[in-house]
């Protein structure tokens, strides 16, 4: 049932445009292995073997210092609504921080997110797809505006201080490449 293709089709990049979340897997040699869920405007597909996403403050920066060490990632879309279908997107990938020379082109592909710490360039070796028959169907409600919120009460100071003291290393120690100021 799984199919494996060299790139994304004119098919799957409107499966993956219709998306409202996806889900990034990482590892480190050592370690946790991390799955994060990430929704908003926030993944551009740029060619047919290249990705990009935004990513914001949180709690934690497992996906940059998993990269680190083994740049190898994993973008899992999974379908909710009546056509079932699994995609995902294997790859090694990047973290571009602000202040890196392709931060400004790179972030002016997305709209505007206070508290943006990383895009993540992925480079694809190999698109798969699989049925995703067992997986439940969901309706979308829409995107929550809570990051947002939390962002803007906080401020760019605020959100720099919280990146120092919670983003710079993995919950393994590891170092994330955001710049202690």
């Keep these: 049932m ?13 499966f993956i445009e219709a ?3 996806f889900f990034v897997a990482t590892a480190a040699r050592d370690g946790r292995v991390n799955v994060s869920p990430k929704g908003l405007d926030s993944l551009r597909i740029v060619g047919p073997t290249r990705v990009v996403w935004l990513n914001g403050t949180g709690s934690g920066n497992e996906t940059a210092a998993h990269l680190l060490d083994v740049p190898r990632l994993t973008i899992m879309f999974c379908s909710f609504d009546r056509e079932p279908l699994i ?3 294997y790859g090694t990938a990047r973290a571009v921080h602000p202040g890196d020379d392709d931060w400004p082109g790179l972030a002016a592909l997305f709209p505007p997110l206070l508290g943006a710490r990383n895009i993540f360039v992925v480079d694809i070796d190999l698109v798969q797809t699989s049925c995703g028959y067992g997986v439940p169907r969901y309706d979308f409600v829409g995107q929550r505006d809570l990051m947002a919120a939390w962002a803007a009460k906080k401020g760019e100071d605020g959100l720099l201080a919280y ?5 710079l290393v993995s919950i393994d120690g590891f170092p994330t490449g955001l710049r202690p100021s």
């Design 163 to 167: 990146q120092q003291e919670h983003n």
């Design 19 to 21: 998306q409202q979340m």
């Design 87 to 89: 995609l995902r997107l």
């Design 2 to 14: 799984a199919k494996q293709h060299s790139e994304i089709t004119d098919r799957l990049r409107r």
